[in-house]
Each structure stands twice: as structure tokens, then as C-alpha cells.
Antibody
Framework: QVQLVQSGAEVKKPGASVKVSCKASGYTFTSYGISWVRQAPGQGLEWMGWISAYNGNTNYAQKLQGRVTMTTDTSTSTAYMELRSLRSDDTAVYYC??????????????????WGQGTLVTVSS | EIVLTQSPGTLSLSPGERATLSCRASQSVSSSYLAWYQQKPGQAPRLLIYGASSRATGIPDRFSGSGSGTDFTLTISRLEPEDFAVYYCQQYGSSPPIFGQGTRLEIK
């Protein structure tokens, strides 16, 4: 069965960086993309970006350009999301999600069919 | 960027009743590229519907989706106790993918 298992909760100070991992199993890792979605406390869902597990191509949300980097390690079927220059409003649960569809011409990301359990990142001085 | 507005914000119903949740887009969603998710407290979202009306793997047939253009609906035909949760719509007809603000379905 498809599983995405994320790393544990993190507490960071403003200005620091955080790197969250997402280990995939139960499917061919390089056949799908991975998106990252975050959810601030009591709020809705915000898409952060997408990475191809096949060739590492990325597509980031405009508001996070320059602060976020998504990578993959195909040898361990693991995706990573690093967010830099953390602020208090980056406090959220961060989810990885499998993205079965991506349109390379338009940069359009599809829906998300399997999700990790979430990683709480708290930014506080 | 498309804006998705979900209504109502909160829906109070009893088990066995029918639930109708709405998702309205600020502009037409290309090719009915709209998905619905269910999220329970402390859990990740779960995909219910994609392509406006296709049920995801393992989703009971009491869940159905409909609509096109700017107006979409998620219907739960007979509510089970486990259906009380927050529901989000998401458009993927254009970049970036956008989620609605959610509808909370609570027990009356």
C-alpha cells in the first residue's frame, strides 16, 4: 500500500531553516511527483510547490520563491522540503502528498492522492 | 489566480441525512479539474473526488461530486458518524493549485 512517512516535529527560531523529509513506499517513486502543502493552525490548505521524482524538476509557489527548496533522493525514495529565513507565520503543519499528474507545458499540478501524516514546524523565539 | 469559495462555512446535520456542499470558483475551472478532500482533526486530508465526479480509490459510493464551469457540489447521500469532518475543494485547472477555505460538517 502507498505510504508517505514524514519526519518529526521541529521547533525553530526566526531566521533559521528547517528541512522536512518524506519517505515513500508501496509504489515506484520515480513515476510520480511530490507536492508539499502546509496548514497554519486552524487555517486552510496552502500549496507550496511540486517536484518531479523522475528528474528533479521543480515548480514553486510564487510567494515562497527564494526561500524554499525541494529535492529528492531516489536511492531512498525520499523527498525533502527546506524552508529558509523562517518567520512566525511559517508555523504550520507541513504535508507531503503524491501528485499523479503534472502538465509540463503549462506547469499545472493536478490533485493529490496520498498524503503524509504531517510535520508540525513551530517558529518561535 | 482562481479563488474558490465554499458554502456554507458550517453545516449542521444528523446521521442519515443528506449533505450538500458547494464550491464556487471566481472563473471557470478548466476541464472540470476539481477535487474534494475530507480532513478529520489531527489527520491529513484524504482525497474523495477528482475530475469533479470521479471517486478516488476506496471511497464509498455515498460520496458523489458534480458540477462544471464555476459551480461544483459534493453530496453525501446518507451521513455516517465518521463523515463529520472538514471538506475542502481544490482546483487544478490552472496554476497554482488552489484550495477553498473549507466547510465544516458537524453533528446536529
Amino acid at each position: 500500500q502507498v505510504q508517505l512517512v514524514q519526519s518529526g516535529a521541529e521547533v525553530k527560531k526566526p531566521g533559521a531553516s528547517v528541512k522536512v523529509s518524506c519517505k515513500a513506499s508501496g509504489y515506484t517513486f520515480t513515476s510520480y511527483g511530490i507536492s508539499w502543502v502546509r496548514q497554519a493552525p486552524g487555517q486552510g490548505l496552502e500549496w507550496m510547490g511540486w517536484i518531479s521524482a523522475y528528474n528533479g524538476n521543480t515548480n514553486y509557489a510564487q510567494k515562497l520563491q527564494g526561500r524554499v527548496t525541494m529535492t529528492t533522493d531516489t536511492s531512498t525514495s525520499t523527498a525533502y522540503m527546506e524552508l529558509r529565513s523562517l518567520r512566525s507565520d511559517d508555523t504550520a503543519v507541513y504535508y507531503c502528498a503524491r501528485a499523479p499528474y503534472y502538465d509540463f507545458w503549462s506547469g499545472r499540478v493536478g490533485y493529490f492522492d496520498y498524503w503524509g501524516q504531517g510535520t508540525l514546524v513551530t517558529v518561535s523565539s | 489566480e482562481i479563488v474558490l469559495t465554499q458554502s456554507p462555512g458550517t453545516l449542521s446535520l444528523s446521521p442519515g441525512e443528506r449533505a450538500t456542499l458547494s464550491c464556487r470558483a471566481s472563473q471557470s475551472v478548466s476541464s472540470s479539474y476539481l477535487a474534494w478532500y475530507q480532513q478529520k482533526p489531527g489527520q491529513a486530508p484524504r482525497l474523495l473526488i477528482y475530475g469533479a465526479s470521479s471517486r478516488a480509490t476506496g471511497i464509498p459510493d455515498r460520496f458523489s461530486g458534480s458540477g462544471s464551469g464555476t459551480d461544483f457540489t459534493l453530496t453525501i447521500s446518507r451521513l455516517e458518524p465518521e463523515d463529520f469532518a472538514v471538506y475542502y475543494c481544490q482546483q487544478y485547472g490552472s496554476s497554482p493549485p488552489i484550495f477553498g477555505q473549507g466547510t465544516r460538517l458537524e453533528i446536529k
